[in-house]
C-alpha cells in the first residue's frame, strides 16, 4: 500500500555537560594582590584596653613638646649654672654676702608654715625689731621649699637648687610665651636663651629675688593661652580656655610673693594691658568688627577671681611694708640712692665681670660706670641686638607690631636709665612721683627685665621668619627638607645667644656656723656687726632660728646702729645695760673674726663688776648677761 506510514523522525540528543560532583568546591577566580596592603593599617580597631590608655596618655604627656621643653630648660639650667649643684652643702654662687641671707629668707618662711604662721613677719633677726622679715623682698613664694631640712647645710642645698631652677623656669617661660604668640620652636628657644641667660643677669647672680622672673612671662604666657590671643594671629575667642587664664593670674600671684622689687613693674604692666585690652576690645565691638566678638561669662569669671586673688596678694604683702615705712620713715628710698643706681645708656652695651665671653674686655668700661657697675652693667647680648634688629626688617610679626615692640623697648630704655634720661622727669621719676609703691624701688637699671623681654620676641619673630624661609627653599628639593647644612644655620643663633650667657661667677665656700653659737642662750648679739658679717650669722641662725640681733637688709634701723656703736667698747657698763633694756642675753665675740675691727678689746677684757659671765671657748667668747 502506497499509503503506509512512514517511520517517526527521531529527535536530535541533546549534548549533556558534564555534571561535577557534589562534593567538589568552585574554583575561586584569581585576585591581583595589592603589594601595599600589608601594610596599611588595620580596619578592624579593637577597644583599647583601661592600661593602654593609661600608657598612651602617660607617653603623650611625657612626650608632649611642653614636657620636652622642661626636659631641656632643666639640663641647660644645670650646665650653664655650673658648679652649683656639683657641692651644693658647701657653695654658694657669687659671693657670701646677698645669698646667705637670701638662704636665710627661705628657712624663715619654711619655719613659720611648719610653727606659726602669725610670726612670719617678725622674723628670728633684727631682735627685738617688729616686722624684719619685711626689711627686704622676702622670696615668700619659695617657702615651700622650706619646709624640708634644717640648718645651714638644708639652707644651702635649698638654695642652689632653687638657683637652677629659676634659670630652668626663666627659659621655659619665655619659651612657652613666644609658642603661644606664634612663634616657631626654634625662635621660641632663641627667645627662653635670651631671656633666662642674658650677661646682665650674671652680675645679680647673688640676686634671687631679681633673677626669678621666669613667672612673669609663664603668667603672660597663660593669659594669652586663655583670651585665645597671638601675637600673629591676634585675638581669636574660639579658642579661649578660662583655665588657663584662672591659671595666669595664680602664677602672677606668685610671682609677685617674691618680692615687689620685680613684682611691682609687673602689677603695673598687667595693668595696663588689662586696661589697653579693654578699650581695644569694646572700640573694635562698636566700631571695626562687623559682629561683636564673644568673651563669655566664663572668661570674664577668671579674669575677676583670679584678679582678685592676684591683688589680694599683692595688698596683703604690701601692709607689711607701709607698717615698716610707719615704723622707720627713713626706710623709703631717695632721689640720691635712685641717681647712684641708673646707668646712662653705656651700661646696656657693658658686661658684668662675671661673663665669659665679655668679662675682661668691658673692664674698662665698668670702671667708667663707677662703684655701681653691678646695677649699671646691663648688656642684654650683642648677639640679642643683632637679632632683634634683623626681626625689625624681617619677621613672622606683621610691620606694626614690630614697631609696637621696638616702642617698648624703647620706652623700657629710658624708664631703666632712672635721672640719667633728662634727670628723669619725664621718665623713671614721673613714675616714683605719682605711682603707689614706686618709690621703694631704688634700681632704676632692673627694669632692664622688659628690655630683655621685648628684644627676645623680636629675636623669636626675625628667627622665626628665616627657619619658615629655609623651609620655603627646599620645598622643591627631594626629600623636601632643608638640606643639613641649612637646617644647622636655623640653630647658630641659638648656639650664639647660649654662648654669649656662659660665665665664669665664683662659687665660694660658706663658713660653718660657730659651735658655741650652736648652744647660746637666745636672744644673742654676734659680734664683730657689720652688714657682710651679719648675713653670715642670719644663715648659721637657721639651725634653731633663735632671736639674733644681727641682720641685714635693704635699710640698717637704728637700734641695730645703736648697738653696733655702744658694742665697740663691750664689755662695758653703757652697753651691757642697753644690751640688757633690749632683752639680750648672750653676746659671742668670735676669735677669728673679730681681729683687726673695733671688736677685738672684747676677747681679752675683764667683764669684773658689770654682773656678767664670761667664758672663753676654742671659736669665741662667750659673755652671759642674765
Known amino acids: 500500500m502506497n499509503g503506509t506510514d512512514a517511520a517517526p523522525a527521531k529527535e536530535p540528543t541533546a549534548v549533556k555537560e558534564p555534571v561535577a560532583p557534589r562534593h567538589a568546591a568552585p574554583e575561586p577566580e584569581p585576585v591581583e594582590e595589592d603589594a601595599f596592603a600589608r601594610f596599611s593599617?588595620?580596619?578592624?580597631?579593637?577597644?583599647?584596653?583601661?592600661?593602654?590608655?593609661?600608657?598612651?596618655?602617660?607617653?603623650?604627656?611625657l612626650l608632649h613638646e611642653w614636657a620636652l621643653a622642661a626636659y631641656a630648660s632643666l639640663a641647660l639650667a644645670v650646665a650653664m649654672t655650673w658648679p652649683t649643684l656639683r657641692y651644693p652643702a658647701y657653695t654658694i654662687p657669687q659671693d657670701t654676702g646677698d645669698p646667705t641671707l637670701q638662704a636665710w629668707q627661705m628657712a624663715w618662711s619654711g619655719h613659720v608654715l611648719k610653727t606659726d604662721w602669725s610670726q612670719l613677719w617678725h622674723s628670728n633677726s633684727f631682735y627685738p625689731e617688729?616686722?624684719?622679715?619685711?626689711?627686704?623682698?622676702?622670696?615668700?613664694?619659695?617657702?615651700?621649699?622650706?619646709?624640708?631640712?634644717?640648718?645651714?647645710?638644708?639652707?644651702?642645698?635649698?638654695?642652689?637648687?632653687?638657683?637652677?631652677?629659676?634659670h630652668a623656669l626663666a627659659f621655659f617661660g619665655a619659651y612657652v610665651l613666644l609658642r603661644q604668640l606664634g612663634?616657631?620652636?626654634t625662635g621660641a628657644a632663641v627667645a627662653g636663651a635670651a631671656f633666662a641667660y642674658a650677661p646682665w643677669r650674671l652680675a645679680q647672680a647673688g640676686h634671687m629675688h631679681v633673677m626669678s622672673v621666669g613667672g612673669i612671662a609663664?603668667?603672660?604666657?597663660?593669659?594669652?593661652?586663655?583670651?585665645?590671643?597671638?601675637?600673629?594671629?591676634?585675638?581669636?575667642?574660639?579658642?579661649?580656655?578660662?583655665?588657663?587664664?584662672?591659671?595666669?593670674?595664680?602664677?602672677?600671684?606668685?610671682?609677685?610673693?617674691?618680692?615687689?622689687?620685680?613684682?611691682?613693674?609687673f602689677a603695673y604692666v598687667l595693668a595696663g594691658i588689662v586696661l589697653v585690652s579693654a578699650i581695644t576690645y569694646f572700640v573694635r565691638s562698636r566700631w571695626v568688627w562687623s559682629e561683636p566678638k564673644p568673651f563669655g561669662w566664663k572668661l570674664f569669671t577668671a579674669d575677676a577671681v583670679g584678679g582678685l586673688v592676684f591683688a589680694a596678694v599683692g595688698g596683703l604683702i604690701a601692709l607689711a611694708y607701709f607698717k615698716v615705712v610707719e615704723l622707720?620713715?627713713?626706710?623709703?628710698?631717695?632721689?640720691?640712692?635712685?641717681?647712684?643706681?641708673?646707668?646712662?645708656?653705656?651700661?646696656?652695651?657693658?658686661?658684668?665681670a662675671q661673663s665669659m665671653p665679655w668679662g675682661e674686655a668691658h673692664s674698662g668700661a665698668r670702671e667708667v660706670l663707677g662703684g655701681a657697675a653691678g646695677e649699671t652693667s646691663l648688656l642684654p647680648g650683642f648677639v640679642l641686638y643683632g637679632l632683634a634688629f634683623a626681626g625689625l626688617v624681617m619677621s613672622a610679626w606683621t610691620l606694626r607690631k614690630r614697631m609696637l615692640l621696638f616702642s617698648g623697648v624703647v620706652l623700657s630704655v629710658i624708664l631703666a636709665m632712672g635721672t640719667?634720661?633728662?634727670?628723669?622727669?619725664?621718665?623713671?621719676?614721673?613714675?616714683?612721683?605719682?605711682l603707689p609703691g614706686w618709690s621703694g624701688i631704688r634700681t632704676p637699671g632692673r627694669l632692664v627685665i622688659w628690655t630683655t623681654?621685648?628684644?627676645?620676641?623680636?629675636?623669636?619673630?626675625?628667627?622665626?621668619?628665616?627657619?619658615?624661609?629655609?623651609?620655603?627653599?627646599?620645598?622643591?628639593?627631594?626629600?623636601?627638607?632643608?638640606?643639613?647644612?641649612?637646617?644647622?644655620?636655623?640653630?647658630?643663633?641659638?648656639?650664639?645667644v647660649v654662648a654669649e650667657g656662659l660665665n665664669v661667677t665664683e662659687h665660694p665656700v660658706v663658713p660653718l656656723q660657730p659651735p658655741s653659737m650652736a648652744t647660746a642662750q637666745a636672744p644673742m648679739l654676734v659680734l664683730p656687726s657689720d652688714p657682710l658679717m651679719d648675713m653670715k650669722v642670719m644663715v648659721w641662725s637657721t639651725d634653731r632660728l633663735e632671736p639674733i640681733v644681727n641682720?641685714?637688709?635693704?635699710?640698717?634701723?637704728?637700734?641695730?646702729?645703736?648697738?653696733?656703736?655702744?658694742?665697740?667698747?663691750?664689755?662695758?657698763?653703757?652697753?651691757?645695760?642697753?644690751?640688757?633694756?633690749?632683752?639680750?642675753?648672750?653676746?659671742?665675740?668670735?676669735?677669728?673674726?673679730?681681729?683687726?675691727?673695733?671688736?677685738?678689746?672684747?676677747?681679752?677684757a675683764p667683764a669684773d663688776g658689770l654682773g656678767v659671765q664670761r667664758v672663753d671657748a676654742p671659736d669665741a667668747v662667750v659673755f652671759t648677761l642674765s
Open 41 to 61: 593599617p588595620d580596619t578592624e580597631e579593637e577597644t583599647p584596653t583601661r592600661v593602654r590608655r593609661t600608657l598612651r596618655g602617660t607617653r603623650f604627656v
Open 130 to 166: 617688729k616686722y624684719s622679715f619685711a626689711f627686704s623682698d622676702t622670696l615668700l613664694g619659695y617657702a615651700p621649699a622650706g619646709l624640708f631640712g634644717t640648718g645651714l647645710e638644708a639652707a644651702l642645698v635649698r638654695y642652689n637648687v632653687m638657683y637652677v631652677l629659676l
Open 183 to 185: 612663634s616657631g620652636k
Open 218 to 265: 609663664l603668667a603672660l604666657a597663660m593669659l594669652a593661652r586663655g583670651h585665645g590671643f597671638s601675637l600673629r594671629h591676634g585675638y581669636r575667642p574660639e579658642l579661649r580656655k578660662p583655665g588657663w587664664a584662672l591659671a595666669g593670674w595664680l602664677v602672677a600671684a606668685w610671682q609677685i610673693s617674691l618680692g615687689f622689687g620685680i613684682g611691682l613693674p
Open 328 to 352: 622707720h620713715p627713713y626706710a623709703e628710698r631717695s632721689d640720691w640712692e635712685v641717681d647712684f643706681y641708673s646707668p646712662p645708656i653705656l651700661g646696656f652695651f657693658t658686661s658684668p
Open 420 to 434: 640719667k634720661f633728662f634727670g628723669g622727669r619725664p621718665g623713671y621719676m614721673t613714675l616714683y612721683d605719682i
Open 453 to 496: 623681654l621685648l628684644l627676645a620676641i623680636l629675636a623669636a619673630g626675625a628667627v622665626t621668619a628665616f627657619v619658615e624661609q629655609a623651609k620655603t627653599v627646599s620645598e622643591d628639593r627631594v626629600p623636601s627638607r632643608p638640606h643639613p647644612l641649612l637646617r644647622l644655620a636655623t640653630f647658630l643663633p641659638l648656639l650664639l
Open 551 to 604: 641682720g641685714n637688709s635693704g635699710f640698717t634701723p637704728t637700734t641695730l646702729n645703736e648697738v653696733r656703736e655702744l658694742t665697740k667698747t663691750f664689755p662695758d657698763q653703757a652697753s651691757v645695760n642697753r644690751l640688757r633694756e633690749l632683752g639680750v642675753k648672750t653676746v659671742l665675740v668670735l676669735r677669728e673674726e673679730a681681729k683687726g675691727t673695733p671688736y677685738e678689746p672684747a676677747l681679752t
